[in-house]
Each structure stands twice: as C-alpha cells, then as structure tokens.
C-alpha cells in the first residue's frame, strides 16, 4: 500500500493507494477522528459498484451503524434530485453532524456525495472511496463536487475536501474496457502537462496499463494523484494554477457538447482533447513534431483516437465561447510549452486556433 498526503492545512489528508483497502477499517476509521464523533455511516454508491463492493466497506464498518444510499447508475441521473434522494435518506436515519458519509464508486457518485455531505447540516465529513480509474487518478482528489444543470455539466456545485481517499486497485478489475481508457487519458494528461519523465514513462508501459498490471497501475496512480496534489495544494479555488488541470479540455468539451454528451465518455473526449491542445502548441512552435508523434501514439495505443463529429469550424468555437460576433474574444486555452509542461495562454493566433478545429472538426 502507498500513502501520500494533500497538504491544505487544516484540511490535509491521506490518499491511500494499493488493493484490498475497502475492507481495512483499521485504515478508514482513524481518518474520521476528531471530525465525525459519531458512530453513523451512510454508504453512497450506486445499483452497479453495490452489488460489487458494498459488503466489502460494510465489513470495514462491522460494530457501527451503517445504512446505504443506493443510487441509479449514469451521468444522466448526476442531478438535484438525485441529491435530493440523499438528503431524504441522511435525514430519515436522523444523521446529525457527528455521522459521516463514504462516495463509493465513479466520478459521478463521488461528486454527488461530496456535494451533499457539503450541504447536509452545512458539512459533514467524508471519504472518497473511488471505483473507476478516472476517479482514483483525478475526481476523487481536491474537493471539487457537484452535480449537472440543464443548462451546463457541473454547474452546481462546491469545493469541499474529504477527509480522507482510499483508491482500491483491485477494484478496477471489474472495470469495463472503455471506463479504463477513460481514466487512462488523465493519466496521460497528467504526464502532458507537468512530467515529462511520467510521460515517457507511460510510453513504456502502456501496454502493461492496458492489462491492468497491479503495479504498473499503482504507480500511475499514483504519480496522477502526486501531481494533481501538489497542483491542488497551491491553488485549492482555481484561482490560477489548478486550470493546467483542465489540459484537453476545452476541445473535448466541443465534442462533448456536439454529441449531447452521449456517445463519447469524458474521458474518452478529453484523450481527443489532449491530441487537439498538442497540435495547436506544435502549430505556434512550442511543441516538436516528434514530440506531438508521441501523444499522438500513446494515445492511439491507448483506444482514444477516433473521429471527431464533422461540425465545421464555427461551431466548434461558439462551443468553445468564442462568439462569431466578438471573434476578438479569445478564450484563455491550456496548452503545452514544451511537452511536460503546461500554460495557460490567450496568446495563439487565432489562424492557427481554426486550423487545428478545421481538421479535427471540419467537413471531410
Ligand atoms: P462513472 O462514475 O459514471 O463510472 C463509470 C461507470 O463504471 C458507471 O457505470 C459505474 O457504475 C461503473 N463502475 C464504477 N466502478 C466500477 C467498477 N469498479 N467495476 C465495474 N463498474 C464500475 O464515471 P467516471 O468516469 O468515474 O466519472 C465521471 C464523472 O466524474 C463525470 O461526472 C465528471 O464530471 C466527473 N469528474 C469530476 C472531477 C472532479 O474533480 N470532481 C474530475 C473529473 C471528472
Ligand atoms: N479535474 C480538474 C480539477 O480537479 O481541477
């Protein structure tokens, strides 16, 4: 087992790594001491990973009182009124702010149970418990949660951290083949935007990755959760460092956003995202050719190229937030200087901005 900390002062806490750790309450139950007094846990997770992995946090829990909080599975369901459905459990048990509420599962459980252990009597403490690779090497991490609106992803929401993470490897395991490379292509962001050695790293073993390989994927693990850490310890708010975060995700959006956030997973969007963030780096000079081959390979290899919707260009930047009207406007883009390396930078040119959508995203 790996242990690494977020170091927010008053609100650090330990990211456990390594399999087996949704059972060890020797673990789980000192990170709660002197923030949940009581002896309540409510469980939150959703139809799939409970049939899977619920008894295993509930014998962590053997002696408490521990009720669960079964939700429907799907980015669809990630709303107010499925946090509402917390809300309606924590009280119907009478939990007080001496209880304390574990997110087992994707992204999207975990960001619907640390929005509501946020709201719940104004903030009860938690635990992440993250199921999918995404989630072990990102959602999981830095205490941003909420939930989608009609009118925009995320939109509602808070920063609030947990109290503590355990990222059990074995759980990915039962991962589906796409969920993974999902999670894979933050793990390559992670690489892009702030180590260069990680990066080659992954080019190594990739293919170990993609066989779900124990310790390969403990150490992307936790080399993820080591960068986005330090990232988040400097600026918890996204004030202004924590946007290198958000690598590849301004393109991504675009297809997101083009398909009704159907078809394509986020992160699948994001691993196209990253391939659209190198070549405007390599169009402006600040990136190799031979560096953009890289990405463009480790992210093949990785299952996460594939066509973008034909929208035309113009679309593809009003859904970035570029108005055709006030075209002057530019959008502030995470991008790469070198490889290893992010910024955030309004200095592109916006010739070279519409080349890159003309051939991601412009008629064949
Ligand atoms: P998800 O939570 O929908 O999980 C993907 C699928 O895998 C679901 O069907 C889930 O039930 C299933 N699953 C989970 N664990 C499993 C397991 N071990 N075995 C088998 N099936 C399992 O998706 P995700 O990719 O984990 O998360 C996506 C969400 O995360 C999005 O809503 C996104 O906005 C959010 N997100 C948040 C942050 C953040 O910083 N808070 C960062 C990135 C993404
Ligand atoms: N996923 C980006 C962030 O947590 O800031």
Redesign the pocket.
Known sequence: MQELLIDLGTRSYPIFIGAGLLSRSDLLLPVFAGKASGDTFAVVT?T??AA??LDAVRSALAGKRVFDVILP???QH?TMATVERIFDALAAARMNRDGALIAL???????MA?FAAACYQRGIAYVQM???L??QV??S??G???V?HRAG??LIGAFYQPVGVFADTA??D???ER?LG??LA?VIKHGMLADAAFFHWLEDHLDQLMQRDPEALAHAIRRSCEIKARIVAMDEREAGVRALLNLGHSFGHVIEAATGYRDW???EAVGSGLLMASDLSHRLGWMSESDLHRVETVLKRAGLVRPAPRIGVDRALEYMGMDKKVRQDRIRLVLLKPLGQALVSAEYSTEALRGVLNSHFGAM
């Open positions: 959703n799939t990973v899977l992995y599975d799907g980015e990630k599962g994707g992204g999207v459980v975990g960001d640390g993250p199921t999918t995404l989630a990102d959602s991490v830095g941003k949660t909420g989608n992803k995320n759980t990915l039962t991962l589906p969920e999902a999670g933050e997973l986020h992160g």
